[in-house]
Every structure is written in structure tokens, then in C-alpha cells.
């Protein structure tokens, strides 16, 4: 089925400097996601994001975070600066509408030291 | 804030029983999904179900709102069912904001 690719699967980082997680979202949908889940704990809703715009977001998401998806293209979560609470695995998703099943990305692994 | 509880956290079977998996959510839900996530991380929609009884394939799952619980039954379960089955839920706006603490299934041969 269709899905939705993350790069890079893993990304290490000294605290302090910028990292920006890059999504393919599924080509038709309309809504993305981030989601951050720590080693051994539940996934947790960062932001959403529709028609160029945040939607929602958590309070998880700390003025350090920034989403974006020009022109179509990637949909992009950066970090900046990081900090070692940053560390944790970060999911993309996309759905075709507001209510519709997501298609989840295989996440990408980011270590801050 | 809304809290997601399933249980129970892991569980394990012989291939070809069945599993019963919770949840249960602190508050009103009007979106709740079931997931899969497998070893390697990745999850996959399994099935929507805000109330009601749904089936696909091996998997149906019941949520009575009001009383703001959910179960997925697995019937006649295979090795391949292995990894960890999470709840989620959102109101109104379509989210997913809250997701659980999983079930950790491991089916043996």
C-alpha cells in the first residue's frame, strides 16, 4: 500500500544544534502529524498540520519546534536548537482527511549528546 | 488531561488462541483507533471503531462509549500477531492526542 517515508532513519546530533526530520507523506493526503515516543514509553501527539498551516499541537511542541511543508514538497520538523530531552523517536503520518486512518512513517531515530 | 489505560500490558499466547486486549480512556472519545506496532517500530491503522462492534479479518473490536472502554479480540492467533497493540484517541478535531500504554503480545508456536 502506499506509504509514508521518513529520512533519515537515524540521526545523531550534539546538543545545541539544529536538526531537521524530513517526511513523504503519502502523495494524495491532506493532513500530517509528528508524533515523539522515548524508548519504552507511550507515542505522544506533537502537532498536526493542514493547508500550509499548525492545526493543533501539544504542549510537546516547545517554541524550539517548527513545521513545514513548502510547495509540496517534504513535510519537515526542525529543531532548534536540540536539547538531550529531544532524544526519542520521532513518527510522520499522514490521512487523506481529518477522520480518516493514518499512514504512519517507520520513524526516524534521533540522539542528542 | 485524558488517560489511555490497556490492558493487560503483554501478554502471551500458543498460536491459534485468541487475545483480548482493553482499553479504557478517562474521558469523552469521539475517535478511537486500534494500532499495531511491530518490533522494528512501525504502526499500521488496524481498525477505526469511535462505538460499536467492528470486524476485518482475524480482529473485531467492541468500544462502548459511554461507559468510555474499548477491547480488540484477535481470533486463532499466528506468530506474525507478535508486537505491541495501542489505543488512541481524539475528540472532535480528528487527532489522535492520546495514545496508550500498549499490550505487548508474543505468539509461540
Known amino acids: 500500500g502506499p506509504k509514508v517515508l521518513q529520512i533519515p532513519s537515524h540521526q545523531i546530533i550534539d546538543m545545541g544544534q539544529m536538526v531537521t526530520l524530513n517526511c513523504d507523506p503519502v502523495s494524495n493526503h491532506l493532513y500530517f502529524y509528528w508524533y515523539k515516543q522515548i524508548l519504552g514509553q507511550q507515542m505522544e501527539f506533537l502537532v498536526n498540520?493542514?493547508?500550509?498551516?499548525?492545526?493543533?499541537k501539544s504542549k510537546l511542541f516547545k517554541d524550539q519546534f517548527s513545521v513545514e511543508r513548502p510547495d509540496g514538497s517534504y513535510f519537515t520538523l526542525k529543531i532548534q536548537p536540540t536539547a538531550l530531552e529531544d532524544s526519542a523517536v520521532y513518527f510522520c503520518a499522514s490521512s487523506f482527511g481529518s477522520n480518516s486512518d493514518y499512514t504512519f512513517g517507520s520513524g526516524t531515530r534521533l540522539l542528542v549528546i | 488531561g485524558q488517560q489511555v489505560q490497556q490492558s493487560p500490558a503483554s501478554l502471551v499466547l500458543q498460536e491459534g488462541e485468541n487475545a483480548e486486549l482493553q482499553c479504557n480512556f478517562s474521558?469523552?472519545?469521539?475517535?478511537l483507533q486500534w494500532f499495531y506496532q511491530s518490533p522494528g517500530g512501525s504502526l499500521v491503522s488496524l481498525l477505526s471503531?469511535?462505538?460499536g462492534t467492528k470486524h476485518t479479518g482475524r480482529l473485531t473490536s467492541t468500544t462502548v462509549t459511554k461507559e468510555r472502554r474499548s477491547s480488540l479480540h484477535i481470533s486463532s492467533s499466528q506468530t506474525t500477531d507478535s508486537g505491541t497493540y495501542l489505543c488512541a484517541i481524539g475528540a472532535n478535531s480528528g487527532t489522535y492526542q492520546r495514545f496508550g500504554t500498549g499490550t505487548k503480545l508474543q505468539v509461540v508456536p
Open positions: 474521558s469523552t472519545a469521539t475517535q
Open positions: 471503531n469511535p462505538s
Open positions: 498540520f493542514y493547508n500550509g498551516k499548525v492545526m493543533e
